[in-house]
Structure formats: C-alpha cells, structure tokens
C-alpha cells in the first residue's frame, strides 16, 4: 500500500515554543493531506483538511492561527503548532488522498508533550 | 459526525474469525463502507472498502448488507497482532473526503 510519513516521530519542547511536524507522501502525490489530533484514549480528530497550493480548511473549534498549516507541494504538509502550551499536548497524525484510490493513507503520527 | 454505530469491544480466540459488525443505517447511495484499524500508538492502517458488492483482500472479507445498512469485517485467522481498534467510516466518493473517526470497536485477540 501507499506510505506516508511523519518527521519527527516524538517531540518534547517547552511551552510557548514552536514545533513543525511534518507529513510525506512517499509513493504518491496527494493534492489534499489531512491532520489530525487524538488524546490518551479517544478517537481521532479531524483538525483541518490541506490542500495542495491553497488554504487549508479548519474544522469548527480549531484555531487556525495556532496550528498553521502549509502545503506547499504535492507531497508534502507541514502542521505548526505555534505557542504550544501543555494542553496541546497529543498524538497528531496526519493522512493523504490517494487520488488515483480515493483512499487515505496515513502517518505513523508524532507524539507531542509540551512541558 | 460519526454516522456509523459499532460495539464497544470484542474478543476473540486466536486462530479464530474475529466478524467485526457495523451499522450505518443512514448511509447513502455514493458513500462507500472504509475499515481502518490503529494498534496502540500508531497511526491508523488502511484495510479495505467497499460500496455494495462484498469485496476480500489478503487482510480481510468486507460483507456489506443487500441493504446497505450494515457490514461486516471479517479476518479469518485472527493473531495477537490484530489486536487494535477498528473502525467503519462511511465516506462519499466525491466532495471534501473527509474521514470522521466514530469510537471503533476495541478487539482483543487472545491466546
């Protein structure tokens, strides 16, 4: 199946600083990558859909201007998280379309702890 | 929102079927059936999909009711490591794409 990945896989920094995770199609180019969140024990959630060389979408309750999105090619999203603060602390995962499939595939995810 | 239902948790003997249900009553006529799987802080692992015909890959069989209204997953030899949480979606083909994660069902596969 199609691979997509995640740099870096766990991050540890201290609060109000800001931490870029990055998401990789590797096989497959996807014009729309999607990011997610999900804490201990819970389902995922989906933050923003990214499309590629366009604004990406928020879902309701996500800030845009604390988690920054960038879409830059067709293989690659970035998720910023600007100002952390320890409440952001989670599991972020990010997925791409497989537009040749309709499929999604997704990341091994990047574990955030924000001290 | 979620617009599938499943059970909480299941087990399962190893080496046995696991059928994971899933009900999504409401879906419509262009939304296909997806299952994922997400084994403990990982990311989530594509298994299969299907719209109306009953579809089997080298992971699983995708039996979707005549209706539509149900399905279920089957892996037929189940190991330990397929202990995860599986989820059903319900997904258009078209539009945003968008993949809502309902709870899933916690499978544990025992020994």
């Known amino acids: 199946g199609a691979v997509v990945s995640q740099h870096p896989s766990r991050v540890i920094c201290k609060s109000g600083t800001s931490v870029k995770i990055e998401c990789r199609s590797l096989d497959f180019q996807a014009t729309t990558m999607f990011w997610y969140r999900q804490f201990p024990k819970q389902s995922l959630m989906l933050m923003a859909t990214?499309?590629?060389?366009?604004?990406?979408?928020?879902e309701q309750g996500v800030e845009k201007d604390k988690f920054l999105i960038n879409h830059a090619s067709l293989t690659l999203s970035t998720l910023t998280v600007t100002s952390a603060h320890p409440e952001d602390s989670s599991f972020y995962i990010c997925s791409a379309l497989s537009g040749g499939t309709d499929t999604q595939y997704f990341g091994p995810g990047t574990r955030l702890t924000v001290l | 929102d979620a617009k599938t239902t499943q059970p909480p948790s299941m087990d399962c003997a190893e080496g046995r079927a696991a059928n994971l249900p899933c009900n999504h009553s409401?879906?419509?006529?262009?939304?296909?059936v997806y299952w994922y799987r997400q084994i403990h802080s990982q990311g989530p692992q594509y298994i299969i999909h299907?719209?109306?015909n009953n579809e089997t890959n080298e992971m699983a069989s995708l039996i979707i009711t005549e209706d539509r209204k149900s399905s279920t997953l089957i892996l037929p030899h189940a190991t330990l490591r397929d202990t995860a949480v599986y989820y059903c979606i319900v997904r258009a083909d078209t539009g945003g794409f968008k993949t809502i994660f309902g709870a899933g069902t916690r499978l544990f596969v025992k020994a």
């Open positions: 990214s499309n590629e060389g366009s604004k990406a979408t928020y």
């Open positions: 409401t879906i419509s006529g262009n939304e296909y």
């Open positions: 299907g719209l109306k």
